[in-house]
Every structure is written in structure tokens, then in C-alpha cells.
């Protein structure tokens, strides 16, 4: 029987921040994760850095590779109607900017920087199951290389993703759910190419929407809105090079450069929050707990908010047992869950082209678009939760 004070389920983004915030608080814990550590860095997921999660990896001695190698942009461009609009997101929020790194990349500094300090992980773990979080004591078993093992900690951290064994394994009628499934999904690629825009272009298009996006500067990244199953072998190369183009075309003859497509997936798109994130002494954090549709760029943001709230909480309690803080983590991590919900939320409304839209529905989402290209104050308000709003 192992023992350690907690028990961290997934090396992902949660569950690394989480193990590495916490090893420099002097507590100690032990990650169990389902599949190889290449697996989970070489996962082609987001690449926006609120400017909070960049302060906190900086001020927890891991941002330098993401200092160096991070592209910091200022500005994102709105594209419909066939006009260009930049925001401007430093000026709006007071200098803010965002990073562009990607998610295998800060998963990567993360476990490099916590194995260093003496971290214990396992990886490609699997039968995991979580056990007694109504107890002081609870309990994780796990397989590892063939061995059983019995982890006994004070508390289990649910960082498994949103198809993860903790969530699951809660009692009928512990959680209300909160869902909208969204009517459309994205078709991503990545392609070896220069990007064709210094900054992410956000375009709304009568055939749908389109992101410009990119990983590194012979790197980009690109998405079309698509049906929620797009099947894929229904897109070769060069149909999704010439939709890209249609959608994210500015009218001043700028033109999209093209290169092999390295990789591409269809995603589907939900809102999603289980509430309470706490139960007994099991905390949820993350995927585990909440799914944002990506426009907004937060679901790795929002993972590392919670796991910043609940290593201060998991601190104060191992320091002298107060517990207020482990009291009150489910709250407090579900006031900046609902605000970036509801930012999810509305930038996916505002760019989508919804089939079932009425033309009055058409119109109100054009003037949408058109206040916020024309209105500081509407600008300021996507700047402000775009670059991240303030951590509590
Ligand atoms: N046992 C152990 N590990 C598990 C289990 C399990 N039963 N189920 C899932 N995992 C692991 C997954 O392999 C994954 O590495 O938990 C990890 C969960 O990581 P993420 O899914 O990345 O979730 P999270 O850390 O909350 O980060 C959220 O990741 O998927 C993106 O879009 C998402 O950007 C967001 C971010
Ligand atoms: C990405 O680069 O993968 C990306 C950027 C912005 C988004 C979503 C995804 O809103």
C-alpha cells in the first residue's frame, strides 16, 4: 500500500500544473496517467496562453522555454461581410497579451520540470479506479507495468479529461449537469506552412465559420466549421484549402498560403459544467469537470484556474487543517467556470452560421458583429475575457 497526500488522476494539463503548483507548496503527490507519456505530449490540442497562465508558469519557474519559444501576440482580426477588423487587445485591457504555445508543449516543461524535482508519475496506468472520497482516507488502484498497486492519500485530484474514470465514478444524483451540444464541429489542420496572418483571424462566412491560427512560424493552424460527424475522407487537401480560402478571404486580395497538411480531425462541440467540482475528497478540475466550445481558446486556461485554486486550497489544509478553502473551492472555481462559459458561448453564437437560424436570427448576429468591430466598449469586453480576465 503506497501512501501520499494526494493522488492526481491525468498528466495533462490540470494534472501536471496541479502536481507541479503543489510540489512547490511542499506538498507531495502522485500521478497516475492512462496512457504513455509521448501520448499525452504529443496530443495536438490548443495553443492560446491566457496572460494569466503564462504569469503562473513564469512565477512557478516554468515558463522560460514558453518565454523563448511562445509567439506573444496583441491583437486578434474579426472577419465577416468581407471587411477586416483587428482588436485590440493590448490596448483594451491595459497591455495584456495572449501566447501562442502549444498545449503537448506546456504539458512537456511541466512534467520535464516536476520528474526533475523528484515528481512520481505513472504512466500508461490502467483498470484505475477511485475509492472512500467520503473518508479521510480515499483510494486509488491502478495497474502499472503488470503490478497492482493501492495509492491510500487525503485527497483524490480528478484531472482525467472529460472521459475520465472520476466523474464517473460519483453516485447517481452527486452532480447536476449542465449541457448544450452544439449543431456543428470543426475540421482542424495543421499544415508545413508559414502562417498567412501575424495574428489569429476569427472569420464568420455565409458557408460558415473559419479560424487562422498557426503553431509556430513554419506551422500553421487552420479550421473550418463543419457538421458535427463531418466524415473526413469527404475533405481532400485541396477542397479544404479552397473552402479555408472562401471563408477567410478579406477582400484586399490577400490569399491563404497552402502546404501539406500534416495532420487533420473533426471535433465536436459542447458546453458542458457537472457541478458541485468537489465531493468529499474528491476534487475535480478540468475537462473532468467542464467542456467549452473552442472559439474562446480556454479550455487549457480554465484547467489551469481551477488547479491555481485548489493547490492553494490542498496547501492551507496540509499546513494546519483549515479547511475553509477546500470549502469553498467547488464556488469559487464555478464563478470564472459560468464567466467563461458564457464567453465560449457567445463567441461561438457570434461566428457560426447556425442552418436553422430565422433572418431575424441572421441579422441580430450581423449587428453583433458590427458592434463589437465598431464599439470600444464591446471591444474591451472581448479583449478582457479573451486575454483572461483577473485570477480571484
Ligand atoms: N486514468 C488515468 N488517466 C486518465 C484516465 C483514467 N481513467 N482517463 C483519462 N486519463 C488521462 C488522459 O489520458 C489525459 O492525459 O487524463 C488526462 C486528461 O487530460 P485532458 O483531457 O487534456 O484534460 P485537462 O488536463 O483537464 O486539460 C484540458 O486539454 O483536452 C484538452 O481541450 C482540452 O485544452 C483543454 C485541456
Ligand atoms: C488553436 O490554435 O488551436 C486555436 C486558437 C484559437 C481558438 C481555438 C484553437 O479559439
Not at 31 to 54: D, F, I, K, N, P
Request: proline share 4%; aromatic share 8%.
Amino acid at each position: 500500500m503506497m501512501r501520499t497526500q494526494v493522488g492526481i488522476v491525468g498528466a495533462g494539463p490540470a494534472g501536471m500544473m496541479l502536481a507541479h503548483l503543489l510540489g512547490r507548496e511542499g506538498v507531495e503527490s502522485v500521478v497516475v496517467e492512462a496512457r504513455s507519456r509521448e501520448y499525452v505530449q504529443e496530443r495536438v490540442r490548443a495553443g492560446v496562453l491566457e496572460q494569466g497562465t503564462c504569469d503562473l508558469l513564469e512565477a512557478s519557474g516554468v515558463g522560460a522555454r514558453m518565454r523563448r519559444e511562445g509567439l506573444v501576440h496583441r491583437g486578434i482580426e474579426l472577419r465577416f461581410a468581407g471587411a477586416r477588423h483587428r482588436i485590440d487587445l493590448s490596448g483594451l485591457t491595459g497591455g495584456g497579451t495572449i501566447t501562442i504555445y502549444p498545449q503537448g508543449e506546456v504539458v512537456k516543461d511541466l512534467t520535464d520540470a516536476h520528474l526533475a524535482a523528484g515528481g512520481q508519475i505513472y504512466f500508461s496506468a490502467d483498470e484505475v479506479s477511485v475509492h472512500d472520497f467520503d473518508r479521510a482516507s480515499p483510494l486509488i488502484r491502478f495497474r502499472a507495468a503488470g503490478t497492482p498497486h493501492e495509492l491510500r492519500c487525503d485527497f483524490i485530484a480528478g484531472c482525467d479529461g472529460f472521459h475520465g474514470v472520476c466523474r464517473a465514478s460519483l453516485p447517481v444524483g452527486a452532480l447536476t449537469l449542465y449541457e448544450r451540444i452544439y449543431p456543428f464541429g470543426w475540421l482542424g489542420i495543421l499544415a508545413a506552412v508559414a502562417p498567412s496572418s501575424d495574428e489569429l483571424i476569427y472569420a464568420h462566412h455565409a458557408r460558415g465559420f473559419a479560424l487562422h491560427s498557426m503553431r509556430s512560424p513554419v506551422l500553421t493552424r487552420l479550421y473550418l466549421q463543419c457538421a458535427p460527424e463531418e466524415p473526413l475522407d469527404a475533405w481532400s487537401d485541396a477542397r479544404i484549402w479552397d473552402e479555408l480560402e472562401t471563408r477567410l478571404a478579406s477582400g484586399d486580395g490577400g490569399s491563404l498560403k497552402r502546404g501539406p497538411i500534416v495532420q487533420k480531425g473533426v471535433t465536436g462541440m459542447r458546453s458542458f459544467v457537472a457541478e458541485p467540482m468537489r465531493h468529499g475528497r474528491l476534487l475535480l478540475a478540468g475537462d473532468a469537470a467542464h467542456i467549452v466550445p473552442p472559439t474562446g481558446a480556454k479550455g487549457l486556461n480554465l484547467a489551469v484556474a481551477d488547479v491555481r485554486v485548489m493547490a492553494r486550497a490542498i496547501a492551507a489544509f496540509a499546513r494546519n487543517g483549515d479547511s475553509e478553502l477546500i470549502d469553498r473551492y467547488s464556488a469559487t472555481c464555478l464563478r470564472r467556470v459560468w464567466q467563461v462559459q458564457r464567453f465560449a458561448w457567445w463567441m461561438t453564437a457570434m461566428l457560426h452560421r447556425f442552418e436553422d437560424a430565422s433572418p431575424f436570427d441572421y441579422r441580430r448576429q450581423m449587428a453583433e458583429l458590427e458592434y463589437v468591430a465598431s464599439s470600444r466598449a464591446a471591444a474591451q469586453s472581448l479583449a478582457e475575457n479573451y486575454v483572461g480576465l483577473p485570477f480571484e
